[in-house]
């Protein structure tokens, strides 16, 4: 009786426990509560709760009680889910307690472990299936969500979701959208057939391009529908449609297009005939510009290339075009056809494929007969040119010993009148009377002013030759000044003109020319005396500017308007040709003047204006480079230059 009563006992803990640990499988909670429930709820069902220890190890990760610690006495279970082992369900005593069947454990208590684990099994493999759908679900929602096409599900031609993609496509609120009717959206006259009943087309898809005008703009849109249907009798159930935004594309289709059209027009505009080959030597395209090669007909749109041309347009034998597809280098020739003697340039480039092969050749045929007469004509010219130039350069040599001589013929008996005449002007012949002054005075003047002009022509014969050379050596400038002021002391006392002279120092050289230099103050002071009317004032001044020495001739005379300074430099220039008769002169001083400044590394330039007089400033630097200088030509500027 008594034995009946403890095995009742032990059914109604088994009981009690299984129930107790059903109700936390029940629950739904997360996995590691379950375990922790399963670990509190599962002692009492055990012959000695008081000292039973339990410990549940999965994948890893272990729940135990405190106390609990595995001996040889230990009741265990295996947590198995799909075929594989995740963990383990252990019992044991922290005591000794008298051996039953298992140890100190009963039969039954083994029993209801292995119940508890192939439960707990079961709830992780249900977990695990959850789990899965949960992440799928996610998974195909970001899809959904974050996909570029719009998307949009519906049932019975009515809109229940659509993405962000499709809210942004037509400028949309998801409220205005979920409930709608699709063909809000969707502009495809077989789905409206296929809604009406009227189609009875059962088409795995749909697709359409159309427009539509969605926030103020045209955009277009091309659709894809998938209808779902009905396994028993094919019907209709609903469908996912897609949207997509194809603007861009076509945009750019119709720019490619309206790019190709723009080459064809220009390849057709081109007046030398294009022709393209394929290996095969066929005709790909051309523009047909020749009157020697005609279009293709209907019935054969790519002839072959020699059949086409005539031994006039190009030589097919050997054929050119076959050495470019052979050798793959560009060919370059020219042909003159044997019948209408036109002579053409041919040029033709190899075309490769992305493996680097000939597929095509392009040859490009220009007409060059009257570019050829035109050389020969050009040549022809040149040859005459060459043989004139070697003409004038015998008739300059002629003229420049011709100027060596007459200088020399005339200078000698010059020097004879200039020597006598000035002797007389002395007194040193004898006394003259007033009369007899004045001539020999003018024969003075005038002999001088001959003596210049020869000089002048001289040295301009001599710089263009470029033979002039200079030897620069210590020059004092203020007793150059004072020769050259005391050289027209007469003619300014004649005139009635003042003149002024202001140095900024009592003694300074420079690196100079002794002969050259002082022809520039002489044209200078030529020209202030000239132009200057009486009781007019003639200024020489000259003072130290950083490493040269600024001199500047300056008058009271007629002035020179600002747009006639530029050429006031240039040979022979002379403002008007009433400025001969009336002051006379040649045009070659300003000329030599900027010659001999910038060959002595210096620079000139004029300050005037109409009527009011001219100040002329020279630069000139106190220490040259060198000693010694050929000649060069004189820049085209005659304005003030800027400093460095």
Not at 61 to 77: A, D
Not at 91 to 104: N, T
Not at 419 to 428: A, P, V
């Amino acid at each position: 009786m008594q034995e009946k009563q403890d095995h009742m006992g032990k059914r109604e803990r088994e009981l009690e426990c299984i129930y107790s640990i059903s109700d936390l499988f029940d629950l739904h909670m997360p996995l590691r509560s379950l375990l922790k429930g399963i670990i509190q709820r599962l002692k009492p069902a055990f012959l000695y709760p008081e000292v039973a220890e339990l410990c549940i190890v999965l994948d890893g990760e272990v729940h135990r009680t405190e106390h609990y610690e595995k001996n040889i006495y230990t009741l265990s279970s295996d947590i198995i889910t799909h075929g594989k082992k995740r963990g383990s369900l252990h019992v044991s005593y922290r005591e000794e307690r008298p051996f039953h069947d298992i140890g100190p454990f009963l039969k039954e208590e083994q029993r209801l472990l292995n119940v508890i684990t192939s439960r707990l099994c079961k709830v992780i493999e249900r977990k695990q299936v959850e789990e899965a759908l949960l992440d799928s679900e996610k998974r195909h929602r970001l899809i959904f969500d974050a996909s570029p096409l719009g998307i949009f599900v519906e049932k019975g031609g009515t809109i229940t979701h659509c993405n962000r993609s499709f809210l942004n496509i037509f400028g949309v609120k998801k409220a205005d959208v979920v409930g709608s009717d699709m063909f809000d959206y969707v502009n495809d006259d077989s789905l409206h057939r296929l809604f009406a009943g009227s189609l009875s087309d059962t088409g795995s898809f749909y697709e359409n391009e159309y427009s539509a005008r969605t926030s103020g703009r045209e955009i277009f849109l091309r659709s894809y529908y998938v209808p779902l249907r009905s396994r028993n009798d094919n019907s209709l159930e609903g469908g996912i449609g897609l949207i997509a935004d194809i603007t861009a594309t076509k945009n750019s289709e119709e720019e490619l297009q309206n790019q190709k059209e723009l080459l064809t027009s220009t390849f057709n505009a081109l007046q030398d005939l294009i022709v393209v080959v394929d290996r095969e030597m066929n005709i790909v395209t051309s523009n047909w510009k020749s009157d020697l090669i005609s279009a293709p007909g209907d019935e054969d749109a790519h002839p072959q290339l020699c059949e086409s041309f005539t031994a006039d347009l190009m030589p097919c034998d050997p054929c050119p075009v076959k050495e470019v597809f052979s050798t793959g280098n560009m060919k370059e020739f020219e042909h003159t056809g044997p019948v209408d003697e036109r002579v053409r340039d041919f040029r033709i480039f190899p075309v490769y494929d992305t493996k680097g092969d000939v597929t095509m050749a392009v040859s490009h045929i220009r007409d060059i007969t009257e570019r050829k007469q035109t050389e020969k004509a050009l040549k022809s010219s040149t040859s005459e040119l060459e043989k004139a130039y070697d003409e004038l350069k015998s008739l300059d040599k002629l003229k420049d010993e011709f100027l060596s001589n007459l200088r020399h013929e005339i200078n000698t008996p010059l020097t004879s009148i200039k020597g006598f005449s000035e002797l007389l002007y002395d007194g040193s012949l004898g006394e003259l009377n007033s009369e007899q002054t004045y001539a020999i005075e003018r024969v003075v003047t005038k002999t001088r002013k001959l003596q210049n002009l020869i000089d002048s022509l001289l040295f301009l014969s001599t710089d263009q030759n470029g033979t002039i050379r200079y030897n620069f050596e210590p020059v004092e400038i203020s007793s150059v000044l004072n020769k050259t002021v005391d050289m027209f002391f007469d003619a300014m006392k004649e005139k009635g003109i003042k003149i002024r002279v202001d140095y900024a120092f009592d003694s300074c050289s420079v690196d100079a020319d002794r002969t050259y230099l002082p022809q520039v103050f002489l044209n200078l002071m030529d020209n202030a005396v000239k132009f200057t009317p009486s009781n007019g004032t003639v200024t020489v001044s000259a003072n130290v500017e950083g490493a040269g020495i600024h001199v500047v001739i300056g008058d009271t005379g007629v002035g020179i308007a600002e747009n006639d300074i530029p050429e006031l430099f240039q040979k022979f220039h002379q403002i008007d040709s009433s400025s001969t008769r009336t002051y006379g002169g040649n045009g070659l001083g300003l000329y030599i003047s900027k010659v001999i400044v910038e060959n002595h590394k210096g620079n000139i330039w004029i300050e005037s204006e109409k009527g009011t007089g001219t100040d002329v400033h020279i630069h000139i630097p106190l220490k040259q480079d060198q000693f010694s200088a050929s000649s060069s030509s004189p820049s085209v500027s005659c304005e003030k230059p800027v400093p460095r």
